[in-house]
C-alpha cells in the first residue's frame, strides 16, 4: 500500500509539473512573443498576453465515440469531467494558471503539497 501510494504520488505530480511545463513554453516561446508585440493587435487589444488556465481532477469516467461513419470524437462523460471543467473554469475568476480539486491535491507528494497554497474551499 505503501508503495502504491508512492507510484501515485510520483504520477500526480509529474501530471502538474507537465502543466507548468506547458506554461513555461508559452511564456518563452519566440512566436507568441511576436505576436505580444504586433502593433495592430496591442492597437486592439493592450497588454495583449496568451494566457491558459487548466484545471485538474481525478476521478472516474465513462469514454464515448460520438459522432457519423465520416467523423467520430470521443467524448467523456461523468461528474468528475464536469467538475473538472468547473475548476477549470474558476482559473479565470481567480487569476491563476493552473487549479486542482482535493482529489489531485491529497495525491501530491508531501514536498509537492508544500509549494501549493489554497485559495478557496468549495462544498
Not at 502538474?16 to 495592430?40: M, Q, T, W
Not at 492597437?43 to 459522432?67: D, K, Q, T
Not at 480539486?101 to 509537492?112: Q, T, V
Request: positive net charge; contains cysteine; charged residues 20%.
Amino acid at each position: 500500500n505503501g508503495l502504491e501510494k508512492s507510484r501515485r504520488a510520483k504520477i500526480v505530480d509529474f501530471a502538474v509539473l507537465a502543466f507548468c511545463k506547458v506554461l513555461v513554453a508559452i511564456n518563452k516561446s519566440d512566436v507568441l512573443a511576436e505576436y505580444r508585440e504586433h502593433p495592430g493587435l496591442l492597437m486592439r487589444m493592450p497588454n495583449y498576453r496568451v494566457r491558459m488556465g487548466f484545471g485538474l481532477h481525478s476521478g472516474w469516467a465513462i469514454e464515448g465515440a460520438i459522432g457519423s461513419e465520416f467523423k467520430v470524437d470521443a467524448s467523456y462523460l461523468s461528474p468528475n469531467v464536469k467538475l473538472a471543467r468547473f475548476v477549470e473554469a474558476s482559473t479565470s475568476i481567480y487569476d491563476v494558471s493552473i487549479l486542482m480539486s482535493h482529489a489531485i491535491f491529497n495525491h501530491l507528494s508531501p514536498p509537492m503539497r508544500e509549494l501549493c497554497r489554497q485559495v478557496d474551499h468549495v462544498l
